[in-house]
């Protein structure tokens, strides 16, 4: 079972602007902030986003991270058909002493 | 580059122990003052954070596999391992070694364990 929330499924059109988010807690993301990965089928996740919004090298800065309470949220500009994968966002509880993570978010660009 | 590769069986029969090893190149994990762990996906679901060993060769496990998970790091050679005791179908997925932490922006392949007889 996830730790964090997520919406199991985004449909947004090419070139348009999905923002995914990621519910938690006052024990994770709203203290600890959140971590962003893109997993495309058959491949490892890879790292978007970390402590809500640094982006390592590489990434585009379509991709943005922001946090508001308990949830982040991750969008996206400029959808590309490249886009199309599931996306995690996790983040460290303090609570629980364990490493949390969202069910996913599979993101469709129509 | 640093590049994590994962190795040990496929298969591992139901109440068995499920071996695997991590080896990095590219990073040291006794330098680099980060975590090196394991997460893992059982097919078609969501990741979940196995445990995790600190540069320092402190461990760290998720409370829920606590009582039957075993990291260790062997410094020497670069590696870090994984044991999970006791298996069952349950267990089954791609298991992965990264960096784990805040920062996990290093991950290995990943490797299909399936427990079966």
Redesign the interface.
């Known amino acids: 079972q ?1 730790g964090l929330t997520q919406p199991p499924s985004v449909s947004k059109g090419l070139r348009e602007t999905a923002t995914l988010t990621c519910t938690g807690n006052s024990y994770n993301v709203a203290s ?2 959140a ?1 962003w ?1 893109q997993q495309h089928q058959g ?5 978007l986003s ?2 809500n919004n ?1 982006r ?1 090298s590489g990434i585009s800065e379509r991709f943005s991270a922001s946090r508001s309470g308990n949830t982040a949220s991750l969008t996206i500009t400029g959808l590309q058909p490249e886009d199309e994968a599931d996306y ?1 966002c ?1 983040a ?1 509880d303090t609570s ?9 978010t599979k993101l469709t660009v129509l | 580059q640093v590049q994590l590769h994962e190795s040990g069986p496929g298969l591992v029969k139901p109440s068995e122990t499920l071996s695997l090893t991590c080896t990095v190149s590219g990073a040291s994990i006794s330098r680099s003052s980060s975590y090196w762990g394991w997460i893992r996906q059982p097919p078609g679901k969501g990741l979940e954070w196995i445990g995790s060993v600190y540069s320092s060769g402190d461990t760290y496990y998720s409370p829920s596999l606590k009582s039957r998970v075993t990291v260790s790091a062997d410094m020497s050679k670069n590696q870090f391992s994984l044991e999970v005791h006791s298996v069952t179908a349950a267990d089954t997925a791609v298991y992965y070694c990264a960096k784990t932490g805040v920062e996990m922006d290093y991950w290995g392949q990943g490797t299909l364990v399936t427990v079966s007889s």
């Open positions: 996830a600890q902030g971590t990965l491949h490892p996740p890879k790292l970390y402590r640094n390592p995690f996790s460290w629980l002493s364990d490493q949390v993570f969202g069910g996913g």
